[in-house]
Nanobody, 123 residues
Framework: QVQLVESGGGLVQPGGSLTLSCAAS????????MGWYQQAPGKERELVAT???????NYADSVKGRYTISRDSAKNTVYLQMNSLKPEDTAVYYC?????????????????WGQGTQVTVSS
């Protein structure tokens, strides 16, 4: 059983910063890419940033230069440093990871999601 647990969300004023964390736990053999997605009210979930096992990162245009994704492979944890936050960044942020586990039939690789953490940017 694999779990992704996010933390670090909250209320912040425009221009402020927050750091989100997501820790994966369970019978993990390997974690491939990890990432963050956001879902604002009434909108679809969309990609914010991803990072590969080798450390290569990719960002949505709307967050480039403001957000930084990083990971600690020893801790199975991915982080999202968010700076210069804007009201339009308000959303539930979800962690995602492609994780391999040993199953009865062999190695299984699939995507997992966290439960989401609310980020609200407001004065």
């Amino acid at each position: 059983q694999v779990q992704l647990v996010e933390s670090g969300g909250g209320l912040v004023q425009p221009g402020g910063s927050l750091t989100l964390s997501c820790a994966a736990s369970g019978s993990i053999v390997r974690i491939n890419h990890m990432g963050w997605y956001q879902q604002a009210p009434g909108k679809e979930r969309e990609l914010v940033a991803t990072i590969t096992s080798g450390g290569s990162s990719n960002y949505a245009d709307s967050v480039k230069g403001r957000y930084t994704i990083s990971r600690d492979s020893a801790k199975n944890t991915v982080y999202l440093q968010m700076n210069s936050l804007k009201p339009e960044d308000t959303a539930v942020y979800y962690c995602n990871a492609e994780i391999a586990t040993f199953q009865e039939m062999g190695l299984l690789t699939r995507n997992y999601w966290g439960q989401g953490t609310q980020v609200t940017v407001s004065s």
